[in-house]
């Protein structure tokens, strides 16, 4: 693609974006976002936490996004709104250069099948494969390296970053991100055993994505076995997360990094789940359910709340010691229980 | 490639490649696989497991596979068959359509070297590179975008999904199958230390794959440092697995999603690893050992069975109480001993 | 490319290149490393740890490599060094036939923008992608299928090898080498909530990385939010890591297999992580720690040492019931305080 410009605004523009109050000079001109304590007089800068308060009187940016209740410590121009994090996610997407860029067309050196469907204004990068009968979306985006198997459908408005796989026949909505690395139905491990050996049982279902999903770097989402592997509107996938087949993922659900979920799962809405969190497979986890940082689900969760698993990390030394009395456990236990009962007070 | 299409059996024909009991139509056409919940007159149902019986007397199914035990329920065509879990195996790849395709031969936009040796009917698909040396056993399929490294040998009938890469002097044995993302060949993770510093030590040794073996999505298996890394026969890795240098696999196992196995671990022939186990280095795991999900195992393991680590999730309220308490578990194992020693009936 | 070819070096040569004490014949040709016990007269054989000894005395070496205090018992020509493991390091460098081969040059099937500036000797494999604006210094490689996004910098002498992504706007230093499949600069995992659904956070960071970086296959660094994320000098880094955006790696730290960092923590220099780590978002870990595999960390470490949580595999029937008492842990603490509280000596 040719190199990408950052664009600049008004923060009068910023304003009406964002349905924000502006205090200050609305023809000043900015090209971007930064910190408080890093921004320039060109810079928009935000405080969206409270820990960043500190930071805000001397800041040497351009105009400040903050909550009216903040306004009277603001030294610069600014925008008042009630949500300003909400305001900064909107604007970050005005500042991002990929995104501001006129479509590339179709590269001369991309294969596109002759029967594929292409709707307006798509970009198909160079060295990228679109195979027979794919469909894309008016506005869609395939970068460089990217394969798009046959049959598939991606929805309008969604963009592919480069080396994205695409298998045949895997459904994608509208607006969907899919980032670099990623390979979005690939088969599921699916086997059968004669005594001996494993006999491959072929992955005849697809994935079906809904609109506005993100998938991150490296992750992995594989096809039914025979019905479809779903994922619903608005979930949230981060890098290097992997998604057996069958598995279903509820609405506005997020996934952070390094996540594994097994065959058959089902993942309500509105979950989150932590960093390298695993669920095994079969289960049903309802609506609401956060599970943080690398703990295992073995069992199916029907109340919403945080759930856990795991220790902490401690110095090795003091780690050791504990970790053998964890394989004495029961024994202690029963031990304990054997003295309570001998116990004349008891 | 061109968009596959779904082939159609006879009951009969399908009897006849399970060597199936059939009773009813035999002519009766089919042309998929479903659940007996889903299936109408035109597919194939099937009953593999008991949970599912309760389905088998409203199927809308055109014919169901079956134990003869449940044959007398079934109220639709039959196949029956002792192992029809087995059965559906063999039956989905028949229906697989990427599997039906006649080979697409080598495509114009692929490069490949002109000392490459290809056997028959071998497809190389759009804008992949196949460099010097390669070898490609009779009817292997190399999908869009994959790389071959010099002088890698790739088995007869083996499959690479689009995006593959396959690194120099790799030996992949037939019948592979290779997902989208996997890297066969990369560099192991060695280093020595100057006090102050790393110093590469070049992975000389190759990734070597014996027959009928399969890779998941964004998997990745290194190369050897000196030897080779040794994958068995039939051997079943799923995705986003990372196996170490000099690692060997033994015949038959199975990997699940998420898997890591650090350099140098010998694992035996028929053992399961659950999603997100994890071996350390230099160890030696014995045949027949399965260990569930998101262990951690440190020690080589001599008996066949089964093995686990960690806890599974619960409330994180209840789960804070309990796991500060096992930083204490040490503590706590000498205080009762202590009681113990004073307990007068003791 | 080109089939690449083993080199041959007389040992005089090896001796020079480690500036290293020769005993024996310096004319003689060797043509590769190998084990004490699987070297024939071709190869160079090492001893760097004692379990090896054993072989020595019937090593078929052409010749060994080994410390001077094991020099009276080596049967055959040697090397003598202080650190006969780092010399191991800087032969096996000469062995690699990749490192050998002469630059290739900008295949005529790669992509290349007008406007990217290429030092000299640069190599650009069949059916990669350089875009606009993209700086790659002198002797830098970039393999087959390997995507450089508009504007990003790669140092020189760096190798990418096939289906690497450097995403736009990347920095990378000089030396750097860069596995299949891995993802340098995607997206970070950010967005806002508005009570309902996600509002994406663009992510408008680089990815900053020293000089001597290595980066493992399928492992993904992604983008910083507003600020950059930054990997020091001589970082080496493994297959399948994820690295969350904002992170801070300092020089010289090690990170094995299916680490995962979240946002904005910062590690410190000579750190290592075994596989599997999980350090959670915005932790600081100072300089010198070490992490044992598999364990997650959640607080910040301000002390140098070695820590560790989780727990040893075990039988699986054993390790139920140790579990489940897991579950009451905190409930234990408290009956043996009770029982302690009531022994008439305590």
Redesign the interface.
């Known amino acids: 693609?040719?190199?990408?410009s950052t664009p600049t605004y008004t923060l009068a523009e910023l304003a009406e974006h964002l349905d924000a109050r502006l205090v200050g000079d609305g023809s000043r001109r900015l090209n971007?976002?930064?910190?408080l304590k890093?921004a320039g007089p060109d810079r928009l800068a935000f405080l969206t936490n409270p820990t960043y308060l500190k930071d805000l009187a001397a800041t040497a940016a351009g105009a400040v996004l903050l909550h009216p209740e903040h306004a009277a410590q603001c030294p610069v121009d600014r925008l008042e709104l009630d949500?300003p994090?909400?305001g900064?996610?909107?604007l970050?997407?005005l500042?991002?250069?990929?995104?501001s860029r006129p479509p590339g067309g179709i590269?001369p050196?991309a294969?596109v099948?002759d029967?594929a469907r292409l709707g307006e204004a798509v970009e198909v990068?160079?060295?990228a494969?679109v195979?027979?009968?794919v469909e894309l979306g008016d506005g869609v985006v395939v970068?460089?390296?990217c394969?798009i198997?046959?049959?598939a459908r991606i929805g309008r408005g969604s963009r592919l970053?480069?080396?994205v796989?695409v298998?045949?026949g895997v459904v994608i909505g509208e607006r969907a991100?899919l980032?670099?690395?990623?390979?979005i139905g690939?088969?599921g491990?699916?086997?059968?055993?004669?005594g001996?050996?494993?006999?491959?049982?072929?992955q005849?279902g697809r994935v079906v994505m809904g609109d506005?999903v993100?998938i991150?770097?490296?992750?992995?989402i594989?096809r039914g076995?025979?019905?479809d592997t779903r994922i619903g509107n608005?979930v949230?996938i981060?890098?290097?997360v992997?998604i057996?087949h069958n598995v279903q993922i509820g609405d506005?659900s997020?996934l952070?990094?390094?996540v594994?979920i097994?065959g058959s799962t089902r993942v309500g809405r509105y979950c989150m789940l932590g960093?390298?969190v695993?669920l095994?497979g079969h289960l049903t986890i309802c609506d609401r359910v956060q599970?943080?940082?690398?703990?295992?689900?073995?069992?199916s969760?029907e109340?919403p709340?945080?759930?856990?698993?795991?220790?902490?990390?401690?110095?090795?030394?003091?780690?050791?010691?504990?970790?053998?009395?964890?394989?004495?456990?029961?024994e202690?236990?029963r031990?304990?229980a054997r003295?309570?009962k001998?116990?004349p007070?008891g």
Chains 1, 2, 3 share one sequence.
């Open positions: 693609m040719t190199q990408p971007g976002l930064a910190t890093d949500n994090y909400l900064y996610a909107k970050s997407r500042f991002d250069p990929l995104l590269h050196s294969v099948a029967d990068g160079p060295l494969v195979e027979a009968g970068g460089p390296g394969v198997g046959a049959g970053h480069p080396n796989t298998c045949h991100i980032h670099s690395g990623c390979v690939g088969d491990f699916g086997f059968a055993h004669d001996d050996g494993w006999h491959k049982i072929a005849l506005d993100e991150g770097s490296c992750s992995s594989d076995a025979l019905e608005d949230k981060d890098s290097q992997q057996a506005h997020a952070a990094g390094c594994g097994a960093g390298g695993g095994a599970v943080t940082g690398m703990s295992l689900v073995t069992n969760i109340e709340g945080v759930y856990s698993s795991g220790t902490g990390a401690m110095q090795n030394a003091q780690w050791r010691k504990n970790a053998v009395r964890f394989k004495q456990l029961d202690i236990a031990r304990l003295l309570e001998r116990d007070q």
